[in-house]
């Protein structure tokens, strides 16, 4: 072979797996079905829209960004501490979105081509995987939405049908074609000093008809195999929202809580909230509005809101239905198949949920990969950073039975043992200058 490791999906784990070993000097063929020939197999998944490595197919934010009191922020520190591709793309691409972590698309995803083809180890193979290979070092990446032949393949070599969940898509909205007479611009639920969310305010009436109308529209229907497939609860459907009680939405992603209407000076009994989507600011997308409604539907309801009466729209909302596998039981601490060792998952596949998540299990696989080729003995992060909690949860440390896709949070974390009680604003701050504290001789072990 003229390869050491064969890396399979170019989304955000794999081409975070790709770099870490290509810049160490491995040889990388890293291959990817989107832009593909026919020949090839080239196909996209239901969700993609571009030929682009790492694309982002749901939200383009990265999330919280506050590395001293949130733990996705603690793993955005940690990732940049690893010198991560993804992290340095995030830092070029980036948008305003008050604290969190936002990013216009096309310019990171071209970021992260661009940093791997440099790398002169690295082949970029357009092509698609029909089976896992039967011997050489390899990393499967290909999210939770693996084409049918390599998830057949999958299924076969693991002995276990695939675990699924549903994840839904936010609508994007032109700028242009928002009413500023109504709507206002604000940080989201008046944090920080920035004005980086577009408001469209609603009154109680509004609000209890826009629900109506959301409950009311229609929607894509389940297959007969589908319908026992569970939502991942971070990217539920608005209008499912909407059916779990009158102030679902006004608690969750309309919650108006410190966004003092400049047109009132009162908060609204609702707010609808827009995010930059691109550097231009020529797109904005709606924060938590992942919907299943058919298109023509969602034109209709999201114009019913105050500001939003003639947008248009970029792309609409959407549903996909993800596969992911029971890591606990099919995985060893070095994310390798058990019944098949040359072989590593990474990613979404592995039942992480998030882009940053995804991104930093492949940037773990590589790394494990780099220290087998180097003849090193692998040493995992310690369990009290996030990179150690989420890696502990995958692979051993969730309860097998009821293995559901996960987020990192500092749920995962080993508890804080102290004589006295720290309160929970404090408690955070400890969590993560432990993590920091604890990485540092890690990362400095890796050489």
Request: aromatic share 8%.
């Amino acid at each position: 072979m003229t390869y050491d490791v064969h890396i399979i999906g170019g989304g955000l784990a794999g081409s975070e797996a790709a770099w870490q070993l290509a810049r160490r000097g491995f040889r990388v063929r890293l291959s990817e079905m989107r832009g593909a020939p026919a020949d090839k197999g080239g196909e996209r998944s239901p969700a993609h829209q571009t030929d682009g490595l790492a694309e982002l197919v749901c939200s383009n934010s990265l999330r919280s960004d506050d590395d001293t009191a949130n733990a996705v922020g603690l793993l955005h520190y940690e990732m940049r501490q690893c010198s991560s591709l993804i992290m340095a793309a995030a830092a070029k691409a980036r948008v305003p979105a008050g604290s969190a972590l936002a990013v216009d698309r096309d310019v990171f995803s071209a970021e992260i081509e661009a940093g791997l083809l440099c790398q002169p180890g690295l082949t970029l193979a357009r092509e698609r995987i029909d089976h896992l290979p039967e011997a050489g070092l390899t990393i499967v990446a290909t999210g939770p939405l693996t084409a049918a032949a390599l998830a057949s393949s999958i299924g076969t070599a693991t002995g276990a049908n695939a675990l699924a969940f549903f994840d839904a898509i936010a609508p994007i909205v032109y700028h242009e074609s928002v009413n500023m007479d109504v709507a206002w611009m604000a940080s989201r639920w008046d944090k920080g000093e920035t004005k980086d969310y577009i408001n469209c305010p609603m009154n109680k009436e509004q609000y209890l008809g826009f629900r109506e109308e959301l409950l009311a529209g229609d929607k894509t229907v389940f297959k007969e195999w589908e319908a026992n497939t569970p939502y991942f609860d971070g990217c539920m459907p608005v209008e499912v929202m909407a059916e779990r009680g009158e102030d679902t939405l006004r608690y969750g992603p309309m919650k108006p809580v410190g966004l003092d209407d400049p047109k009132t000076g009162r908060w609204p009994y609702a707010v609808v909230q827009l995010r930059q989507d691109n550097v231009l600011g020529t797109l904005w997308n709606m924060v938590g509005f992942q919907t299943k409604l058919k298109y023509a539907d969602q034109q209709r309801v999201f114009r019913t809101i105050p500001g939003l009466e003639e947008a248009e729209f970029a792309r609409f909302g959407g549903l996909h239905r993800n596969t992911f596998l029971n890591s606990p039981t099919l995985l060893d601490r070095q994310l390798r198949l058990k019944s098949a060792p040359h072989i590593r998952f990474a990613g979404q596949i592995t039942g992480c949920e998030g882009y940053i998540e995804s991104a930093s299990v492949g940037m773990l696989a590589g790394l494990m990969t780099a220290a087998e080729l180097g003849g090193r003995d692998w040493v995992a992060p310690p369990r009290t950073t996030a990179l150690g909690a989420l890696l502990a949860h995958i692979t051993g440390d969730a309860e097998a039975e009821n293995y559901q896709p996960m987020n990192i949070n500092f749920g995962l974390f080993p508890p804080i043992i102290t004589e006295k009680k720290i309160k929970k604003p404090a408690r955070k701050l400890v969590y993560t200058e432990r993590a920091k504290g604890d990485l540092a001789p890690w990362i400095a072990s890796l050489g």
